[in-house]
């Protein structure tokens, strides 16, 4: 009896044990985790089900994604131009009309629909601020304007934009953000439709340099916070120049007033402004990434020319007050420049200072554009590009985009294995910059203007890698490599043992012509057709 007893103990045992496992084991086939970002050797990737991924995005029009019939065409309109994400907006007021009721109808269909159209999205939340001004919260907070408190400027004018300084503003909108990424987990948290958010969109103050309402003074007038303080004093030799320098000024003072320590002026504002803006939307952020903490970022409408803070939004997530910025935003996982600016790749540059991750959510959908997401993302590692106003994009614009995310989203898994190496190439060559010279795969490899019998391309651009010893791979258009030995004074010649154009289908090469003659100068040049855009392999030997 005894005996029998405990058999049927171990008996029950093994079934709970065995369902266990196998419960266990269904979990982790569920469970990929979510889509996060992971830095090695300074290069950091997304990960979407535990797998490097580049989003070749395309950013909506402010308004489409508020109508699911509206949006009906476009799903597949996107689909067939290559794109494998869609930055969606999400405004507060369709999502929380009354206070404290939140409908996520619209949230539902909208990923259902990606789903079915093989697509990943990143969600805008449009809430406090949408370039600068306060559209988007809903009614109840619009005419409940004397607790949720606006931005005061130069004369006394009452904006109607959301100050930072007022408690009540950072609460409503932090609770809704969370009740939002909770609902997404419970929505998504298993199939990974949404890989990020953006929180607000272009924050910051217009037509002064900061918000002059009492709070605001008050904050003002206030110490420096401490936890900048140190945060500064910690990252003194590494900070960006401009908040260096605007520092020096004061002699690197480590009390006082903001005008004590940073100087009087626009420039002082514009770094109050960016501490008070970036401890708001980490708020919001944390609010959200207490639910479901994927990756999530701040988008910067940004400054150049003569614009003095104010033109532009006073206290965004500029490369030159970055340091403000990350000094508190444990929830914010990266500064997004909206590009538009015709120095793209200085700009690219300036936005992964301090390691910073790029991510480009707007830029132009123009030629220029489908030139410049190689150097987002083959230059500086970017994660992902996206184009605004893809859902009216000019059938000239479509054209040359799809060919560049068809090249991209082809390369993807070599660019992503390749980058940590080091070993990727993305440029633009052109009539300022004709040549460009790398060390790849143990070789110098030069890069120029396409030419062949006296006819010089104008522009040419594209990405080009390591692929196993003696092999490369590449994408574009316009260009032409050659290969020459490291060593200095080297008698060697790099001869090409061959080239073939090819494509990939679900990432099997397909190869096509076998490249030579005038396609690759009679053996002496990898070759890249002005006149089309296509993906070559090329393998080179060494001869004394
Ligand atoms: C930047 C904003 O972030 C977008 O929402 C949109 O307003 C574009 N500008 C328009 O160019």
Known sequence: MKFTGYKTIIALATIVFSLFNCYAAIAQINNSSIPHLIRQDNVVQLFVDDKPFIILGGELNNSSSSSLTYMQPIWKQVKSLNFNTLLTPLSWEQIEPQEGQFDFSLVDSLISNARQNNLHLVFLWLASWKNGMSSYPPVW??????????????????????STFCEANRQADAAAFGALMKHIREFDGKQHTVLMMQVENEVGILGDSRDRSDAANAAFNAPVPQELITYLVKNKENLVPEIKSQWAQSGFKTSGKWEEVFGKGPDCDKLFMAWNYSGYVNEVAAAGKKEYPIPMYANAWLDGGNAKPGDFPSGG????VMDIWKAQTTAVDLFAPDLYASDYDERCQKFTQRGNTLFIPEMNSSDDGARNVFIAIGKYNGIGVSPFGIDHLSDADKSLFTKSYSILQQLSPFILKEQLKKQVAGFIVDEKTPVINYEMNGYRVEISLDELFGHRATI??????????????????????????????????????????????????????????????????????????????CSIYKYE
């Open 317 to 320: 997530p500029l490369a030159s």
């Open 141 to 162: 907070v619009k005419r409940g304007y004397k607790k949720y408190k606006r931005a005061v400027i130069q004369n006394g004018q009452t904006q109607e934009v959301l």
């Open 460 to 537: 040419g651009y594209g990405v080009v890698m390591a692929d196993g010893p003696g092999s490369f791979i590449g994408g574009g258009s316009g260009f032409r490599v050659r290969f020459f030995p490291l060593e200095k004074g080297s008698k060697s010649i790099i001869g090409i043992d061959g080239v073939t154009e090819g494509t990939f289908n679900n990432g099997e090469w397909v190869p096509g012509r076998r490249l030579n003659g005038d396609e690759d100068d009679q053996g002496r040049a990898w070759r890249f057709a002005s006149w089309q855009v296509g993906i070559e392999k």
